[in-house]
Structure formats: C-alpha cells, structure tokens
C-alpha cells in the first residue's frame, strides 16, 4: 500500500508544481467563505469570464491545465464548490441543487462577475443546471462535460439505495480509500498513470462532510427539469467521453435532447476525460465559447 501512495504522489509531482501557479484564494460570502482557483488572462474587459464546477469526488485543483490552456485570453476562474476545500459547507444537511446555486451566485457577486461562460462537470453539472435555471441572464453559455442527471426523479426507494451506498463506503474507506478504490472509474482504460494519479490526489482530498452533503444532493437532484427550464433561454451543449462507464454516452445525449443542445462525443476519453484527455477538453470548451454560442452572447 505505501509503494502505491509513494508511486502516486510521484506521479502526481509534476501537477502539483503547475498548480503552484495558481494558489487557492479565498472570497467571503456574507458569512461564508469560497475557496477557490484563478488564471487572470490578458483579454480585457471585453473577454467573458469562465467558470469551471468540479465534480463530486475532485476540487478547483482537477482543472489545472485548463487554467494553463485557457487562461491567457480571459479569466479562468474554478471553485471548491461548499464542503470542499476551505470552502464552509452548505447549512442543509440533505440540500438541493438551489442551495449551491445560491453560493455560486453570492460568489460571482463578490467576485464582479456579472455574466459568465459556465462549465460543470458530472455533479458541478448539477449545479450549474440550477444556477442557470434561476439566473439564465447570467449565463451566456452552458457546457455540460459528463453530466450526472441526479435521481430526484427516481422512486425514493431508488434514491434511497444510491444515496446510502454512497454513505456507507465514505464511513468505511474515508478520503484515501475512496481514492484508492474508485479513482480508475473515473478515466478510460487508455490513461496514463499520471493522469490516474491526478485523479487519486484529487479525491483523497474530499472532505467527508462535503462529500457526504454532495451525495444527498445526488440523490435529491433533477438536472433534466432545470435543463427543461433553460431551453430557449441559455445557450447549451452536453459532452462526454466516449469510454464514460458513470455517465455513460446514450445518458448524456438525452440530457442533450431535453436541452435541445448540441452533443459531442469524445474518443478515448473516460469520467474525468478532462484529466486525461486535456488538450481535447480544453479545445471544446474554446470552440464552444467561440463558434457553439455567439459573438453576441459571449460579451461581458
């Protein structure tokens, strides 16, 4: 076991010094605080901010090298959604996907961002769902990577199986065993070790607290009905990689139909296929800001 960790943090050495280039801030908010990560680009006023929501099982850090690809020409900005990180945990207990929609907005309030480009992946999908549904004025672009839909639509019967599985491997691995035993779920069978290494870093750094309120919120979630709610209102697209085995492909493009979204499929590309594949992830959201929405919708 200690070869393992010992290999992994090597591994994940060479992420961790790039990551030093963009150290965790923390903003208050009202009285809470986010902690979160930022690339300052050069593009001005006139360059739209982008807005990055990690998943369950990750944190800001996850998007590092979309800060290195993306962040020379606007504001790259990713959070620790509540209960992760420093960030201070959300007061409900089993919340809703409007009690972290609610912070996210309160954030980009303290943070002047007004309007914004917003990307969530798997759970974070959830969150930017909600966040657009309630706000779409400020959203001049949705982009969906891997979203998880949530089972609030599921019998409770259902809810309840998923939620408490979940609940119970937290209590029985913790952070470092979680990392060690789900981590290979999240990418395809073609990643490199590094990129496994990134993914275990990440994970082993949840805070089970947090964790376990994102789990309820899993359970409790409808990202089909927010998307629902959008539909003419924000400009949307769904992608997934095409070796996704939790949020498979034929699960996202039916998030795309109900958005009336644009879908893409990624090759060789697993969960977190922006861990593993950036350069492909980091060119979509690009293409995305510049040709999917337009010239008109991406003005500050």
Same mark, same amino acid.
């Given at each position: 076991?200690?070869? /393992?960790?010992?290999?992994? %943090?090597?591994?994940?050495?060479?992420?961790? /010094?790039?990551?030093?280039? !963009?150290?965790? =801030?923390?903003?208050?908010?009202?009285?809470?605080?986010?902690?979160?990560?930022e690339a300052a680009g050069e593009g001005g006023n006139e360059a739209l901010s982008l807005v990055l929501l990690h998943g369950i099982g990750s944190g800001a850090a996850?998007?590092?090298?979309? !800060?290195?690809?993306?962040?020379?020409?606007?504001?790259?900005?990713?959070?620790?959604?509540?209960?992760?990180?420093?960030?201070?945990?959300? *007061?409900?207990?089993?919340? $809703?996907?409007?009690?972290?929609?609610?912070?996210?907005?309160?954030? @980009?309030?303290?943070?002047?961002?007004?309007? #914004?480009?917003?990307?969530?992946?798997? $759970?974070?999908? &959830?969150?930017?769902? %909600?966040?657009?549904? *309630?706000?779409?004025?400020?959203?001049?672009? @949705?982009?969906?990577?891997?979203?998880?839909?949530?089972?609030?639509?599921?019998?409770?019967?259902?809810?309840?199986?998923?939620?408490?599985?979940?609940?119970?491997?937290?209590?029985?691995?913790?952070?470092?065993?979680?990392?060690?035993?789900?981590?290979?779920?999240?990418?395809?069978?073609?990643?490199?070790? /590094?990129? =496994?290494?990134?993914?275990?870093?990440?994970?082993?750094?949840?805070?089970?607290?947090?964790? %376990?309120?994102?789990?309820?919120?899993?359970?409790?979630?409808?990202?089909? *009905?927010?998307?629902?709610? #959008?539909?003419?209102?924000?400009?949307?697209?769904?992608?997934?990689?095409?070796?996704?085995?939790?949020?498979?492909?034929?699960? #996202?493009? =039916? $998030?795309?139909?109900?958005?009336?979204?644009?879908?893409?499929?990624?090759?060789?590309?697993?969960?977190?296929?922006? &861990?593993?594949?950036? $350069?492909?992830?980091?060119?979509?959201?690009? !293409?995305?800001?510049?040709?999917? !929405?337009?010239? /008109?919708?991406?003005?500050?």
């Amino acid at each position: 076991m200690n070869d /393992t960790i010992d290999t992994a %943090a090597s591994s994940a050495a060479p992420f961790e /010094t790039r990551l030093a280039r !963009f150290a965790q =801030r923390a903003a208050r908010v009202g009285e809470a605080s986010v902690s979160y990560r930022e690339a300052a680009g050069e593009g001005g006023n006139e360059a739209l901010s982008l807005v990055l929501l990690h998943g369950i099982g990750s944190g800001a850090a996850s998007w590092v090298q979309q !800060f290195e690809a993306l962040g020379g020409a606007r504001r790259v900005l990713a959070w620790d959604a509540p209960g992760y990180g420093a960030s201070t945990p959300v *007061a409900n207990a089993s919340p $809703l996907a409007a009690d972290y929609a609610r912070v996210l907005a309160d954030w @980009l309030d303290t943070l002047g961002i007004a309007r #914004c480009m917003l990307v969530g992946h798997s $759970l974070g999908a &959830i969150m930017a769902g %909600a966040f657009a549904a *309630a706000h779409p004025e400020r959203v001049a672009g @949705l982009l969906l990577i891997s979203p998880a839909a949530g089972y609030g639509a599921a019998d409770e019967t259902v809810r309840a199986e998923k939620r408490d599985t979940r609940l119970a491997m937290l209590a029985e691995l913790g952070p470092q065993g979680l990392a060690q035993k789900r981590s290979a779920n999240m990418l395809s069978p073609q990643a490199d070790e /590094t990129a =496994r290494a990134w993914v275990r870093w990440n994970m082993a750094r949840i805070v089970p607290h947090g964790y %376990a309120q994102a789990t309820h919120l899993l359970a409790n979630a409808d990202l089909a *009905a927010d998307l629902a709610r #959008c539909t003419g209102k924000v400009p949307m697209a769904v992608a997934v990689g095409a070796q996704d085995t939790i949020t498979p492909p034929e699960a #996202c493009e =039916r $998030l795309a139909q109900i958005a009336r979204a644009p879908f893409h499929v990624v090759p060789r590309a697993g969960h977190a296929g922006y &861990i593993e594949q950036p $350069l492909a992830y980091s060119t979509l959201i690009d !293409f995305t800001l510049t040709h999917t !929405f337009s010239t /008109t919708e991406l003005k500050a």
